[in-house]
């Protein structure tokens, strides 16, 4: 099966609330993790990483959540934008080489 | 900012042809990935390559695929006989010691 999974495939959400997306995991050995952006037409965006050793993490108007007893990792956007509206995917890293695993992706739509 | 560029944007190929796609990673990166996604589902890996040699692949990258870096900037990924469940977005993604991919914007392919 999957390594790593998202809970919801769709997100609708208002312009201006914070978003939640969340991303579960099954490898304990997973020591390394990411959040990707994909518009259509593009290609996957870095947003945020974090490393096992942390469990929270903050960029500009995002912040990560490891959780590592439950395998369960979070993407925080503040103040929801139009040009947030993408499909967004969570990816680990289980090996030496950083290839990565990714989630199915959930569509965040953003209503006016 | 320095971008990972991939050519062409869409190649359309008959099955059974050989197809070679380009990627130009960014110039101080040393890791080089390719990935591919199948409209409507997830990223998934196919190789890595560092110090001029694959140091991981998939079940996807068979005999027909292979990669090369044949001078300081370009990244390829040859398709020696294409079949029509080739037809993907094709990724490629590089990266520095210690530090997040960076993808491309992808090559859609199209077997007939």
């Known amino acids: 099966g999957e390594s790593v999974g998202l809970h919801l495939p769709t997100l609708s959400v208002q312009e201006g609330d914070n978003s939640i997306i969340n991303c579960a995991y099954s490898?304990?050995?997973?020591?390394?993790f990411i959040w990707y952006k994909q518009e259509s037409g593009k290609g996957p965006q870095f947003i945020i990483d974090i490393r096992s050793n942390m469990d929270k993490r903050q960029g500009q108007r995002v912040t990560v959540l490891l959780n590592k007893t439950v395998k369960h990792l979070s993407l925080q956007i503040a103040a929801t934008q139009p040009g947030d509206s993408a499909v967004y995917f969570c990816a680990e890293n289980t090996g030496d080489d950083y290839k990565l695993s990714f989630g199915a992706g959930t569509t965040v739509t953003v209503r006016a | 900012e320095p971008e990972v560029t991939q050519t062409p944007s869409h190649q359309v190929t008959q099955m059974g042809q050989e197809v070679i796609l380009r990627c130009v990673p960014i110039s101080n990166h040393l890791y080089f990935y390719w990935y591919r996604q199948i409209l409507g589902q997830k990223v998934e890996f196919l190789v890595s390559f560092y110090n001029n040699e694959i140091s991981e692949k998939s079940e996807i990258f068979d005999d027909q695929f292979s990669v090369e870096r044949p001078d300081g900037s370009n990244f390829t990924l040859k398709i020696r006989s294409t079949k029509l469940e080739d037809s993907a977005m094709y990724f490629c993604?590089?990266?520095?010691?210690?530090?997040?991919?960076?993808f491309g914007d992808g090559t859609r392919l199209s077997i007939l």
């Open positions: 993604a590089s990266r520095r010691e210690g530090q997040p991919q960076h």
């Open positions: 490898n304990s050995a997973s020591d390394y």
